[in-house]
Protein backbone atom coordinates (compact mmCIF):
# COMPACT_ATOMS: atom_id res chain seq x y z
CA UNK A 1 0.00 0.00 0.00
CA UNK A 2 1.15 3.36 -0.52
CA UNK A 3 0.59 6.20 1.15
CA UNK A 4 1.25 10.47 1.92
CA UNK A 5 1.70 12.37 4.78
CA UNK A 6 1.86 16.46 4.72
CA UNK A 7 2.63 16.82 8.39
CA UNK A 8 1.82 20.48 8.25
CA UNK A 9 -1.94 21.28 8.09
CA UNK A 10 -0.73 24.88 7.21
CA UNK A 11 2.52 27.07 6.64
CA UNK A 12 2.82 30.54 7.26
CA UNK A 13 5.74 32.41 5.69
CA UNK A 14 6.73 36.56 5.35
CA UNK A 15 6.86 37.79 1.73
CA UNK A 16 10.46 37.42 0.20
CA UNK A 17 11.33 34.49 2.78
CA UNK A 18 12.02 30.89 1.85
CA UNK A 19 8.91 28.67 1.67
CA UNK A 20 9.21 24.87 2.13
CA UNK A 21 6.31 22.41 2.40
CA UNK A 22 7.24 18.75 3.54
CA UNK A 23 5.84 15.35 2.12
CA UNK A 24 7.01 12.21 3.48
CA UNK A 25 5.80 9.22 1.05
CA UNK A 26 5.42 5.28 1.77
CA UNK A 27 5.69 2.82 -1.12
CA UNK A 28 6.28 -0.81 -2.21
CA UNK A 29 8.84 -0.04 -4.76
CA UNK A 30 9.89 3.13 -6.23
CA UNK A 31 7.39 6.02 -6.12
CA UNK A 32 6.76 8.53 -8.96
CA UNK A 33 6.34 11.73 -6.82
CA UNK A 34 3.86 14.89 -7.24
CA UNK A 35 2.99 18.34 -6.33
CA UNK A 36 -0.17 20.37 -7.14
CA UNK A 37 -1.84 23.30 -5.98
CA UNK A 38 -5.11 24.72 -5.59
CA UNK A 39 -6.33 28.19 -5.05
CA UNK A 40 -9.69 28.89 -4.18
CA UNK A 41 -12.54 27.18 -5.86
CA UNK A 42 -10.43 25.73 -8.65
CA UNK A 43 -8.87 22.93 -9.96
CA UNK A 44 -5.53 21.45 -8.59
CA UNK A 45 -2.89 22.54 -11.07
CA UNK A 46 0.59 20.47 -11.89
CA UNK A 47 3.70 21.90 -10.50
CA UNK A 48 6.47 19.71 -10.55
CA UNK A 49 6.93 15.72 -10.39
CA UNK A 50 9.86 13.39 -9.81
CA UNK A 51 10.42 10.59 -12.24
CA UNK A 52 14.06 9.62 -12.27
CA UNK A 53 17.24 11.09 -12.45
CA UNK A 54 18.23 14.14 -10.66
CA UNK A 55 17.06 14.42 -6.98
CA UNK A 56 16.61 18.39 -7.69
CA UNK A 57 13.59 18.93 -9.91
CA UNK A 58 12.55 21.84 -10.92
CA UNK A 59 8.78 23.13 -11.89
CA UNK A 60 6.26 26.21 -12.65
CA UNK A 61 6.32 29.38 -11.11
CA UNK A 62 9.64 29.10 -9.53
CA UNK A 63 9.45 26.00 -7.36
CA UNK A 64 11.50 23.29 -6.94
CA UNK A 65 11.88 19.91 -4.50
CA UNK A 66 13.89 17.56 -3.53
CA UNK A 67 13.88 13.78 -3.50
CA UNK A 68 15.41 11.62 -0.70
CA UNK A 69 15.44 8.80 -1.21
CA UNK A 70 16.70 7.77 2.38
CA UNK A 71 14.30 10.23 4.64
CA UNK A 72 11.56 8.82 1.93
CA UNK A 73 11.05 12.69 1.36
CA UNK A 74 9.79 14.98 -1.30
CA UNK A 75 9.59 18.67 0.35
CA UNK A 76 8.64 21.30 -1.97
CA UNK A 77 10.67 24.88 -1.67
CA UNK A 78 10.40 28.35 -3.30
CA UNK A 79 13.93 30.91 -2.48
CA UNK A 80 11.44 34.01 -1.79
CA UNK A 81 7.80 33.69 -1.40
CA UNK A 82 4.66 35.70 -3.00
CA UNK A 83 1.61 36.71 -1.72
CA UNK A 84 0.07 34.89 -4.56
CA UNK A 85 1.73 31.68 -3.79
CA UNK A 86 -1.35 31.08 -0.78
CA UNK A 87 -2.78 28.17 -1.60
CA UNK A 88 -3.23 24.64 -0.68
CA UNK A 89 -0.79 22.27 -1.60
CA UNK A 90 -0.91 18.59 -2.05
CA UNK A 91 1.67 16.49 -2.42
CA UNK A 92 1.29 12.68 -4.25
CA UNK A 93 2.70 9.24 -4.94
CA UNK A 94 2.11 6.40 -7.46
CA UNK A 95 4.00 3.18 -7.45
CA UNK A 96 6.35 2.55 -10.16
CA UNK A 97 5.87 -1.11 -10.49
CA UNK A 98 1.82 -0.25 -10.69
CA UNK A 99 0.36 0.12 -13.68
CA UNK A 100 -3.11 0.90 -12.54
CA UNK A 101 -2.42 2.03 -9.16
CA UNK A 102 -4.25 5.23 -8.32
CA UNK A 103 -2.08 8.35 -7.47
CA UNK A 104 -2.37 8.59 -3.60
CA UNK A 105 -2.39 12.27 -2.48
CA UNK A 106 -1.77 13.87 1.54
CA UNK A 107 -4.10 15.74 2.97
CA UNK A 108 -2.72 18.67 1.83
CA UNK A 109 -0.87 21.95 3.09
CA UNK A 110 -2.47 25.39 3.40
CA UNK A 111 0.50 28.10 2.43
CA UNK A 112 -0.16 31.49 3.51
CA UNK A 113 1.85 34.28 2.58
CA UNK A 114 1.62 37.48 4.75
CA UNK A 115 3.13 40.89 2.83
CA UNK B 1 -4.12 24.08 -26.05
CA UNK B 2 -7.85 23.09 -24.37
CA UNK B 3 -7.86 22.59 -20.34
CA UNK B 4 -10.37 19.91 -18.71
CA UNK B 5 -13.42 20.66 -19.07
CA UNK B 6 -16.11 20.38 -16.32
CA UNK B 7 -20.30 20.96 -16.22
CA UNK B 8 -21.77 21.98 -14.91
CA UNK B 9 -20.29 24.32 -12.67
CA UNK B 10 -22.82 24.09 -9.72
CA UNK B 11 -25.80 21.27 -8.88
CA UNK B 12 -28.29 21.47 -6.49
CA UNK B 13 -30.21 18.56 -6.01
CA UNK B 14 -32.36 16.91 -2.99
CA UNK B 15 -31.62 14.30 -1.40
CA UNK B 16 -32.80 10.44 -2.92
CA UNK B 17 -31.98 12.15 -6.66
CA UNK B 18 -29.69 11.59 -9.07
CA UNK B 19 -26.83 13.74 -10.43
CA UNK B 20 -24.68 13.35 -13.29
CA UNK B 21 -21.67 15.35 -13.65
CA UNK B 22 -19.42 15.78 -17.11
CA UNK B 23 -16.19 15.99 -17.74
CA UNK B 24 -14.13 16.41 -21.29
CA UNK B 25 -10.23 15.78 -21.14
CA UNK B 26 -7.15 17.29 -22.75
CA UNK B 27 -7.34 16.43 -26.54
CA UNK B 28 -5.37 13.57 -26.83
CA UNK B 29 -5.66 11.89 -22.77
CA UNK B 30 -6.97 8.96 -22.46
CA UNK B 31 -7.47 8.27 -18.79
CA UNK B 32 -10.12 10.40 -16.79
CA UNK B 33 -10.14 10.17 -13.14
CA UNK B 34 -12.82 11.09 -10.89
CA UNK B 35 -11.47 12.94 -7.58
CA UNK B 36 -14.11 13.54 -4.52
CA UNK B 37 -13.17 16.82 -2.29
CA UNK B 38 -15.44 17.53 0.62
CA UNK B 39 -14.70 20.07 3.33
CA UNK B 40 -12.45 18.40 5.83
CA UNK B 41 -11.84 14.78 3.91
CA UNK B 42 -9.08 16.05 1.68
CA UNK B 43 -9.17 14.71 -2.01
CA UNK B 44 -10.50 11.09 -2.37
CA UNK B 45 -9.82 8.83 -5.37
CA UNK B 46 -13.47 7.87 -7.03
CA UNK B 47 -12.70 6.23 -10.60
CA UNK B 48 -10.63 5.71 -13.18
CA UNK B 49 -11.06 5.28 -16.71
CA UNK B 50 -8.59 4.65 -19.67
CA UNK B 51 -10.04 3.64 -23.21
CA UNK B 52 -13.34 3.22 -22.13
CA UNK B 53 -12.53 0.54 -19.33
CA UNK B 54 -12.73 1.13 -15.51
CA UNK B 55 -9.12 0.66 -14.44
CA UNK B 56 -9.25 1.76 -10.96
CA UNK B 57 -12.00 2.14 -8.15
CA UNK B 58 -12.35 4.33 -4.88
CA UNK B 59 -13.38 3.22 -1.28
CA UNK B 60 -16.83 4.47 -2.54
CA UNK B 61 -20.55 2.72 -2.66
CA UNK B 62 -22.02 1.40 -5.99
CA UNK B 63 -24.15 4.53 -6.10
CA UNK B 64 -21.41 6.09 -7.68
CA UNK B 65 -21.15 5.23 -11.25
CA UNK B 66 -19.70 6.16 -14.28
CA UNK B 67 -18.56 5.63 -17.80
CA UNK B 68 -15.93 6.69 -20.76
CA UNK B 69 -17.67 7.30 -23.95
CA UNK B 70 -15.87 6.52 -27.70
CA UNK B 71 -14.54 10.21 -27.66
CA UNK B 72 -12.90 9.87 -24.04
CA UNK B 73 -15.35 12.20 -22.36
CA UNK B 74 -16.71 11.02 -19.32
CA UNK B 75 -19.53 11.32 -16.53
CA UNK B 76 -20.18 10.57 -13.42
CA UNK B 77 -23.44 9.71 -11.83
CA UNK B 78 -24.79 9.64 -8.39
CA UNK B 79 -27.68 7.76 -7.58
CA UNK B 80 -29.95 7.81 -4.35
CA UNK B 81 -27.99 11.22 -3.20
CA UNK B 82 -27.25 11.78 0.26
CA UNK B 83 -26.41 14.87 2.15
CA UNK B 84 -22.77 13.59 2.73
CA UNK B 85 -22.69 13.95 -0.71
CA UNK B 86 -22.42 17.36 -0.92
CA UNK B 87 -18.71 18.05 -2.49
CA UNK B 88 -16.81 19.21 -4.96
CA UNK B 89 -16.04 16.85 -7.48
CA UNK B 90 -12.71 17.08 -9.64
CA UNK B 91 -12.58 15.25 -13.28
CA UNK B 92 -8.51 14.82 -14.28
CA UNK B 93 -7.15 13.69 -17.53
CA UNK B 94 -3.84 12.17 -18.30
CA UNK B 95 -2.20 10.20 -21.25
CA UNK B 96 -2.83 6.92 -20.81
CA UNK B 97 -1.02 3.64 -22.13
CA UNK B 98 0.03 2.23 -18.53
CA UNK B 99 2.32 4.73 -17.55
CA UNK B 100 1.75 5.45 -13.79
CA UNK B 101 4.37 8.92 -14.55
CA UNK B 102 2.29 10.77 -16.26
CA UNK B 103 0.80 13.84 -14.09
CA UNK B 104 -2.99 14.60 -14.10
CA UNK B 105 -4.55 17.40 -15.23
CA UNK B 106 -7.49 18.88 -13.24
CA UNK B 107 -10.61 20.61 -14.60
CA UNK B 108 -12.45 23.38 -12.16
CA UNK B 109 -15.12 20.76 -10.86
CA UNK B 110 -18.82 20.64 -10.37
CA UNK B 111 -19.82 21.86 -6.73
CA UNK B 112 -22.73 19.22 -6.41
CA UNK B 113 -24.84 20.76 -3.19
CA UNK B 114 -27.32 17.85 -1.70
CA UNK B 115 -30.21 19.88 0.29
Known amino acids: AQSVAQPEDQVNVAEGNPLTVKCTYSVSGNPYLFWYVQYPNRGLQFLLKYITGDNLVKGSYGFEAEFNKSQTSFHLKKPSALVSDSALYFCAVRDVSDSWGKLQFGAGTQVVVTP | EAGVTQSPTHLIKTRGQQATLRCSPISGHTSVYWYQQALGLGLQFLLW???????NRGNFPPRFSGRQFPNYSSELNVNALELEDSALYLCASSHGTHNPSYEQYFGPGTRLTVT
Open chain 2, 49 to 55: YDEGEER
